[in-house]
């Protein structure tokens, strides 16, 4: 089955500077890939997703960029601000059909004002 | 007008108990999904489940079972809870091959 890699379990930056959050995967069949973000006892939220038809999408400040061959996705957060600050899951799946997601370990991000 | 709704939010009970945890969405979603949340934060695949078909998560005890009276509910049952079972449970849905909501996830605690 599909297992998802992701780092760094920690990430901790200064307001306003950029956090990066990388993901490799190993199923060559996934197609879909979201990114989740879950604040402290809140349900995961997504926040952007990417299909394997395109390499880099953006969302204002958030963006994330897909690597097929090498099998790794990242997400990039510019100008971050303390309301960044929260666990980042990354995600893959054969989105298609009824397929569940397998979520990387995810990525606890604080953004230091 | 939630999107995916859970009920209780908060479930305290006894080793050895059968409880079940109640999942409804109103998006009109054909998929609906259980994922187990560890202390740890990681998020693992239970269950998928449409009309037509349920994958299970081979990690998955047998104590527990999903229940669908309709599309638009799933929920799940546990037999005879044990203390590893303590986690915070999220229900999902989506519409094949989209994007899959959650729901705001029910903290179990079995003592």
């Known amino acids: 089955g599909e297992n998802v890699e992701q780092h760094p379990s920690t990430l901790s930056v200064q307001e306003g500077d950029s956090a990066v959050i990388k993901c490799t995967y190993s199923?060559?069949?996934?197609?879909?890939f979201p990114w989740y973000k879950q604040e402290l006892g809140k349900r995961p939220q997504l926040i952007i997703d990417?299909?394997?038809?395109?390499g880099e999408k953006k969302d204002q400040r958030i963006a994330v960029t897909l690597n097929k061959t090498a099998k790794h996705f990242s997400l990039h957060i510019t100008e971050t601000q303390p309301e960044d600050s929260a666990v980042y899951f990354c995600?893959?799946?054969?989105?298609?059909?009824?397929?569940?997601?397998?979520f990387g370990s995810g990525t606890r991000l604080q953004v230091q004002p | 007008d939630t999107a995916v709704s859970q009920t209780p939010k908060y479930l305290v009970t006894q080793m050895g108990n059968d409880k079940s945890i109640k999942c409804e969405q109103n998006?009109?979603?054909?998929?609906m999904y259980w994922y187990k949340q560890d202390s740890k934060k990681f998020l693992k695949i239970m269950f998928s489940?449409?009309?037509?078909?349920?994958?299970i998560n081979e990690t998955v005890p047998n104590r527990f079972s999903p229940k669908s009276p309709d599309k638009a509910h799933l929920n799940l049952h546990i037999n005879s809870l044990e203390l590893g079972d303590s986690a915070v449970y999220f229900c999902?849905?989506?519409?094949?091959?989209?994007?899959?909501?959650f729901g705001p996830g029910t903290r179990l605690t079995v003592l």
């Open positions: 999902a849905s989506s519409q094949e091959g989209q994007m899959q909501f």
């Open positions: 199923d060559s069949a996934s197609n879909y």
């Open positions: 990417i299909r394997s038809n395109v």
């Open positions: 995600a893959a799946s054969i989105g298609t059909g009824r397929r569940a997601l397998t």
């Open positions: 998006l009109g979603h054909d998929t």
């Open positions: 489940y449409n009309n037509k078909e349920l994958i």
